[in-house]
């Protein structure tokens, strides 16, 4: 019987609501909002840890990207679409979560994965024939799986062919680019700075930094759109600016050991893709400014640390975040997060009379992609 029912292909795709509230976009609701901030420990300079739980969004293990899927798959069901493909590295959590929530919705799921052939065990999205972590997750989701060796970009590469030959056959597929790093999918976390704003006044907490990962740039760009919304609406209201925390991106995934360059890389991608959610929304670019978008590069020059590669700092960071907070980092987005929160503290980079809040995106899965990842030989 259960078979059957597993087999059965009469379900029929739910169709997502037209959000009034921002413009009559379709969107499914698919997380639990709003997510938990919890209170951290206290750091060294007597400043208050926060961190905003955004690992607990619900579906699939959850994650920062659901936020983002919310509109994109919305789009995708607006469109008639019936097949979703999106690409990442191999440990991909955005991969694991469209894959989740393909199964959910009724959409047929491809999913392109890369591997960069690295030998150094310190990598840690490698191809596996016994799939584990988020891989693993994909597959028990029901998804398609293709591997190519190479760069993220050759698997976005390789998806944008799926999808035109799916389309050759009669299908409607949906391509969502790396990360649902696009306008659309960066409304999820323009709806989520206000989100985060109207939890800490709640609680009567100030907040001066918020630090995310930045790896493909959709989650900080639409942070800084929501900022900028924000500080619009309170200037008409009498909020100071002072009092909106700046939001600071620590940048896991360096285009360079150069950090300018590396720093200006990131600054175009995340400027670009605030632009087009501004357009998306709307609303003008010049309520965007310069100091909106803060980015620091602690994996870049002498201590250069590619995209899926660990480090000591954020070894460490795991640990802190094990044994200080109780919560799990994985070791490719938010462990470096951390370790850039923590280098920043050490280094007394920050406002002593206000609080920093770690935006904690998600990832659990990784840890796992890789025996003994921390206390191994």
Same mark, same amino acid.
């Given at each position: 019987?259960?078979?059957?029912?597993?087999? #059965?292909?009469?379900?029929?795709?739910?169709?997502?609501?037209?959000?009034?509230?921002?413009?009559?976009?379709?969107?499914?609701?698919?997380?639990?909002?709003?997510?938990?901030?919890?209170?951290?420990?206290? %750091?060294?300079?007597?400043?208050?840890?926060?961190?905003?739980?955004?690992?607990?969004?619900?579906?699939?293990?959850?994650?920062?990207?659901?936020?983002? %899927?919310?509109?994109?798959?919305?789009?995708?069901?607006?469109?008639?679409?019936?097949?979703?493909?999106?690409?990442?590295?191999?440990?991909?959590?955005?991969?694991?979560?469209?894959?989740?929530?393909?199964?959910?919705?009724?959409?047929?799921?491809?999913?392109?994965?890369?591997?960069?052939?690295?030998?150094?065990?310190?990598?840690?999205?490698?191809?596996?024939?016994?799939?584990?972590?988020?891989?693993?997750?994909?597959?028990?989701?029901?998804?398609?799986?293709?591997?190519?060796?190479?760069?993220?970009?050759?698997?976005? #590469?390789?998806?944008?062919?799926?999808?035109?030959?799916?389309?050759?056959?009669?299908?409607?597929?949906?391509?969502?680019?790396?990360?649902?790093?696009?306008?659309?999918?960066?409304?999820?976390?323009?709806?989520?700075?206000?989100?985060?704003?109207?939890?800490?006044?709640?609680?009567?907490?100030?907040?001066?930094?918020?630090?995310?990962?930045?790896?493909?740039?959709?989650?900080?760009?639409?942070?800084?759109?929501?900022?900028?919304?924000?500080?619009?609406?309170?200037?008409?209201?009498?909020?100071?600016?002072?009092?909106?925390?700046?939001?600071?991106?620590?940048?896991?995934?360096?285009?360079?050991?150069?950090?300018?360059?590396?720093?200006?890389?990131?600054?175009?991608?995340?400027?670009?893709?605030?632009?087009?959610?501004?357009?998306?929304?709307?609303?003008?670019?010049?309520? %965007?400014?310069?100091? #909106?978008?803060?980015?620091?590069?602690?994996?870049?020059?002498?201590?250069?640390?590619?995209?899926?590669?660990?480090?000591?700092?954020?070894?460490?960071?795991?640990?802190?975040?094990?044994?200080?907070?109780?919560?799990?980092?994985?070791?490719?987005?938010?462990?470096?997060?951390?370790?850039? %929160?923590?280098?920043?503290?050490?280094?007394?980079?920050?406002?002593?009379?206000? #609080?920093?809040?770690?935006?904690?995106?998600?990832?659990?899965?990784?840890?796992?992609?890789?025996?003994?990842?921390?206390?191994?030989?």
């Amino acid at each position: 019987m259960l078979k059957t029912y597993l087999e #059965d292909t009469s379900i029929e795709l739910e169709k997502p609501q037209l959000d009034t509230a921002i413009g009559g976009l379709a969107r499914f609701r698919l997380g639990s909002w709003p997510t938990v901030i919890d209170k951290g420990p206290v %750091l060294p300079s007597g400043r208050r840890l926060w961190i905003k739980r955004d690992d607990l969004t619900g579906i699939g293990l959850g994650g920062n990207k659901l936020r983002k %899927l919310e509109f994109l798959l919305g789009q995708a069901s607006l469109n008639g679409c019936d097949v979703i493909i999106t690409s990442g590295a191999a440990q991909s959590n955005h991969c694991r979560l469209v894959a989740a929530c393909g199964a959910m919705l009724g959409f047929e799921v491809h999913l392109v994965l890369a591997s960069n052939d690295s030998s150094d065990q310190k990598l840690h999205n490698p191809i596996s024939s016994k799939p584990s972590g988020n891989q693993l997750l994909m597959e028990l989701f029901g998804a398609t799986l293709h591997f190519v060796q190479g760069s993220v970009n050759n698997a976005q #590469d390789e998806a944008s062919s799926i999808a035109k030959a799916l389309l050759e056959q009669g299908r409607k597929p949906y391509e969502i680019v790396p990360g649902g790093s696009n306008g659309l999918g960066a409304i999820g976390y323009a709806i989520a700075f206000s989100e985060i704003m109207n939890q800490m006044q709640s609680r009567s907490a100030r907040v001066g930094e918020i630090y995310v990962s930045l790896s493909t740039g959709g989650t900080l760009a639409g942070l800084c759109v929501g900022r900028a919304l924000f500080r619009q609406a309170g200037l008409r209201s009498g909020i100071s600016p002072k009092k909106i925390p700046k939001l600071v991106g620590v940048d896991v995934a360096p285009s360079s050991n150069d950090v300018t360059a590396a720093l200006q890389n990131a600054k175009d991608k995340v400027k670009q893709i605030s632009w087009e959610c501004l357009e998306v929304l709307k609303r003008e670019r010049s309520i %965007l400014k310069e100091g #909106d978008i803060n980015i620091i590069e602690p994996f870049s020059g002498d201590n250069y640390t590619p995209y899926g590669f660990t480090s000591p700092e954020s070894d460490d960071a795991m640990i802190f975040g094990a044994r200080r907070c109780g919560i799990i980092l994985d070791p490719t987005y938010t462990a470096k997060a951390m370790a850039g %929160l923590l280098i920043c503290e050490m280094n007394g980079d920050f406002d002593k009379a206000s #609080d920093p809040m770690f935006l904690h995106t998600g990832g659990h899965p990784a840890f796992f992609a890789q025996e003994n990842p921390l206390f191994g030989d």
